[in-house]
């Protein structure tokens, strides 16, 4: 019987500003990846959500992203030296671990966020310097990135386990990155559109992309963004559809 893993970016709020519903995506979701407090959260959302997110026996991992809380984490930022790249990475993945430890909760896995995530998934300097960041703080913890992209073959290369990631509630070019969401259409609203399409990926191996392309995909964990406001709705008729056609929604061991 296949399995898969249902992951959410959450804890994206800041202060008193909350972003999504985390509490009943953790219902839904089987991993979590928590903000880290450069793109979106702060100590007291990331004790929260990893609180949560133990009660409820979802796994957590850290999200570290740019310092670009006005931009969200999602605008390019260039000129950092792969030296400043690791130790952005380890600071975050390390204030996680520790705000999770007040809340009783460990560790598992790292997401990179955003505009880190896709610069990353395309330079290899940048991959490696947050796979040696992974490695330096925890050689044990998952490293999630995109199928074949330079963050695969640089944690690969370091002996790190990989999980490789594909998007419910995102479209794909024909070189497989996740379309610009400056595109119309970047971002899929639809859940019954999105759950038809995860299904395919876990049962098919493939996603189409915008423009028609049969792509081949193989995937370990799917994401569903928390920021939209279709958000739980489209998280639910993934999870119902999945499992609807055998496939088991677990965290990845």
């Given at each position: 019987?296949?399995t898969?893993?249902?992951?959410?970016d959450?804890?994206?709020?800041?202060?008193a500003w909350?972003m999504?519903?985390?509490r009943?995506?953790?219902?839904?979701?089987?991993?979590?990846?928590?903000?880290?407090?450069?793109?979106?959260?702060?100590?007291?959302?990331m004790?929260?959500t990893?609180?949560?997110a133990r009660e409820?026996?979802?796994?957590?991992?850290?999200?570290?992203?740019?310092?670009d809380?006005?931009?969200?984490g999602r605008?390019?930022?260039?000129?950092?030296s792969?030296?400043?790249?690791e130790?952005?990475v380890?600071?975050q993945?390390g204030?996680?671990?520790?705000?999770?430890?007040?809340?009783?909760?460990r560790?598992?896995?790292?997401?990179?966020?955003g505009?880190?995530?896709?610069?990353?998934?395309?330079?290899a300097d940048?991959?490696?310097?947050?796979?040696?960041a992974?490695?330096?703080?925890?050689?044990?913890l998952?490293?999630?990135?995109?199928?074949?992209?330079?963050?695969?073959?640089?944690?690969?290369?370091?002996?790190?386990?990989?999980?490789?990631?594909?998007?419910?509630d995102?479209?794909?070019?024909?070189?497989?990155t996740?379309?610009?969401?400056?595109i119309?259409?970047?971002?899929?609203?639809?859940?019954?559109?999105?759950?038809?399409?995860?299904?395919?990926?876990?049962?098919?191996g493939?996603?189409?992309?915008r423009?028609?392309?049969?792509?081949p995909?193989?995937?370990?964990?799917?994401?569903?963004?928390?920021?939209t406001?279709?958000?739980?709705?489209?998280?639910?008729?993934?999870?119902?559809?999945?499992?609807?056609a055998?496939v088991?929604?677990?965290?990845?061991?």
């Amino acid at each position: 019987m296949p399995t898969i893993d249902l992951n959410c970016d959450m804890g994206e709020g800041f202060g008193a500003w909350a972003m999504g519903d985390d509490r009943a995506m953790l219902d839904i979701v089987t991993s979590a990846n928590i903000a880290c407090g450069f793109h979106a959260g702060d100590p007291s959302i990331m004790a929260e959500t990893a609180r949560l997110a133990r009660e409820k026996g979802v796994r957590v991992g850290a999200h570290p992203g740019f310092n670009d809380i006005l931009g969200f984490g999602r605008r390019n930022i260039q000129g950092d030296s792969p030296a400043v790249i690791e130790r952005m990475v380890a600071y975050q993945i390390g204030a996680l671990q520790a705000c999770a430890a007040l809340s009783g909760h460990r560790v598992t896995h790292v997401k990179p966020h955003g505009a880190l995530y896709n610069m990353a998934a395309l330079d290899a300097d940048m991959a490696q310097a947050i796979a040696r960041a992974v490695k330096a703080v925890d050689p044990a913890l998952l490293f999630v990135v995109p199928p074949l992209s330079a963050m695969d073959k640089a944690g690969e290369a370091l002996g790190l386990r990989v999980v490789r990631e594909a998007f419910a509630d995102r479209s794909y070019e024909d070189d497989g990155t996740l379309t610009p969401r400056k595109i119309a259409g970047s971002v899929i609203h639809v859940p019954e559109l999105a759950a038809e399409r995860v299904v395919r990926m876990v049962l098919d191996g493939a996603v189409t992309s915008r423009h028609g392309k049969r792509l081949p995909i193989s995937a370990d964990t799917i994401c569903v963004h928390g920021d939209t406001p279709t958000a739980v709705a489209m998280a639910a008729a993934v999870r119902a559809a999945l499992e609807a056609a055998g496939v088991t929604v677990r965290a990845v061991e």
